[in-house]
């Protein structure tokens, strides 16, 4: 098991202007870090991530990817050094052979503020998503009782304001897992990547998010069987285009009183 060597929150000295009035006052901000993930020994992924859960974001990360589709596939994950900014998932001989094309593709590590690149990519990451049956209906409360439940386990945002966040539920919306990180890609590869670990991402219903719904945020939860999105933050045209694809109901601007639906209307009933 790998445990972060490092804090989630900083306190620093800060001064404080309100009115005619300057404070000076310490002030709790979220960590942030950097993290390198390796596949096999090649550099495969480089973050800025909140410290903690660094088995998580690598694993979810791997699964996003198509890497790796269990904990099955995976032989270890371990630290490379010793400022706990790097990490390494060693796939099993099997899965190391099935993929090895895939990682030899990728000659340079990908950063998380690149974004998907290049009509080739997005072609190939839509090859592996499959369209989803509608099995699922919503509600106005589900809505709320959703984020109400991703909010009670955002304990660093709650305190510093500066993380984004990500929750799992199953198809009866109960919560299975929830993270949290300053990358809002990095908080849904953590939520995914506990999945991997606990093998439950078979269960998942639905992903609820604080961040806006983009093409690689539906590309991650098209990953999982999740037929429906929630963001609380607006969703990106690419976005909605590849929800509808795989047949992802997508909700957006998403509060506890009203939301926008931009895809998969016909899941959606009264409150």
């Given at each position: ?9 900083a306190i ?45 974001l690598a ?139 606990r093998n ?72």
């Open positions: 098991m790998i445990d972060s060597r490092l804090s989630e929150r620093l000295r800060t001064v404080r202007c309100e009115e005619e009035a300057v404070i000076a006052c310490d002030d709790s901000v979220a960590a942030e870090e950097p993290l390198g993930i390796l596949v096999d020994g090649m550099p495969c992924y480089v973050t800025m991530r909140s410290p903690g859960r660094e088995k998580e694993l979810g990360l791997c699964f996003c990817e198509g890497l790796i589709d269990s904990l099955r596939d995976v032989d270890r994950v371990t630290w490379c050094d010793e400022s706990a900014n790097t990490v390494e998932v060693a796939l099993n001989t099997e899965r190391r052979a099935a993929r090895g094309l895939k990682l030899t593709a990728r000659r340079s590590p990908t950063y998380s503020s690149c974004g998907i690149c290049g009509k080739d990519m997005v072609e190939d990451t839509c090859l592996e998503l499959q369209r989803r049956d509608t099995t699922l209906t919503i509600s106005g409360s589900d809505v709320d009782r959703m984020l109400r439940d991703l909010e009670e386990r955002q304990e660093v945002f709650a305190e510093t304001g500066g993380t984004h966040g990500a929750a799992l539920f199953d198809r009866t919306f109960q919560l299975l897992t929830a993270a949290e990180d300053i990358g809002r890609h990095n908080a849904l590869d953590k939520a995914i990547g506990d999945l991997v670990i439950k991402l078979d269960e998942v219903g639905a992903v609820a998010l604080t961040s806006r719904i983009s093409y690689e945020m539906v590309q991650k939860v098209g990953r999982t069987k999740a037929q429906i999105l929630i963001g609380m933050s607006s969703p990106t045209s690419l976005g909605v285009e590849l929800a509808e694809e795989i047949n992802v109901t997508v909700v957006g601007f998403a509060t506890h009183s009203r939301f926008n639906v931009y895809s998969g209307f016909e899941r959606v009933v009264g409150a």
